[in-house]
Antibody
Framework: QVQLQESGPGLVKPSQTLSLTCTVS??????????WSWIRQPAGKGLELIGR???????NYNPSLKSRVTMSVDTSKNQFSLKLSSVTAADTAVYYC????????????????WGPGTLVIVSS | DIQMTQSPSTLSASVGDRVTITCRAS??????LAWYQQKPGKAPKILIY???SLESGVPSRFSGSGSGTEFTLTISSLQPDDFATYYC?????????FGGGTKVEIK
């Protein structure tokens, strides 16, 4: 059974960089046709995809966040990571990592496994 | 970006009711649509993929239909465990997007 777990600081100061890591267990991050994503949800609001990446190293970021987002993967640790720079209070949210199942090269992924989420508050 | 519009935003229903939630895409997404269930404080859980395919382990009272721009999620007989928020997600385009959610409340 694949499991994902987010980790990182729960409090980040405005203008600083938010850094989170997702550790994948129960399967190799390099096996199968999957992408690896970060999704966030402000309190009481809907879901927003931040970006996704593939173990080949290719990435796809939400255009609204693209200038501030960097995602990377460490296959030796079975982890992938998110960095979001120049954060403001608007970046306060629960951040989820998720595995995307790829059905065809012509379409994107649907998310079949999620981490439990981690709350990140941006405040001084 | 493709916009996903869910309706209603809130739905009040009783145990045993048949419930239908609609999701409309701003342009055709073929059948590349998934449905998720989210309970308070928990991560979303996938219910349906490719518009009508039931994810393994999901009860058969959940079903999905539609293609192109209009899709529905139906719960044939609402159970106490089904009171939650439901989201659709399109994965047709390079930029994936979610609907705004439908909260199913106890009537």
């Amino acid at each position: 059974q694949v499991q994902l777990q987010e980790s990182g600081p729960g409090l980040v100061k405005p203008s600083q960089t938010l850094s989170l890591t997702c550790t994948v267990s129960g399967g190799s991050i390099t096996s199968g046709s999957y992408s690896w994503s970060w999704i966030r949800q402000p309190a009481g609001k809907g879901l927003e995809l931040i970006g996704r990446m593939y173990t080949s190293g290719s990435t796809n970021y939400n255009p609204s966040l693209k200038s501030r987002v960097t995602m990377s993967v460490d296959t030796s640790k079975n982890q992938f990571s998110l960095k979001l720079s120049s954060v403001t209070a608007a970046d306060t949210a629960v951040y989820y990592c998720a595995r995307g199942r790829i059905y065809t090269a012509a379409a994107g992924p649907a998310f079949d496994y999620w981490g439990p989420g981690t709350l990140v508050i941006v405040s001084s | 970006d493709i916009q996903m519009t869910q309706s209603p935003s809130t739905l009040s229903a009783s145990v045993g009711d048949r419930v239908t939630i609609t999701c409309r895409a701003s342009q055709s997404i073929s059948s590349w649509l998934a449905w998720y269930q989210q309970k308070p404080g928990k991560a979303p859980k996938i219910l349906i993929y490719k518009a009508s395919s039931l994810e393994s382990g999901v009860p058969s009272r959940f079903s999905g239909s539609g293609s192109g721009t209009e899709f529905t999620l139906t719960i044939s007989s609402l159970q106490p465990d089904d009171f939650a928020t439901y989201y659709c997600q399109q994965y047709n385009s390079y930029s994936l997007t979610f609907g705004g959610g439908t909260k199913v409340e106890i009537k």
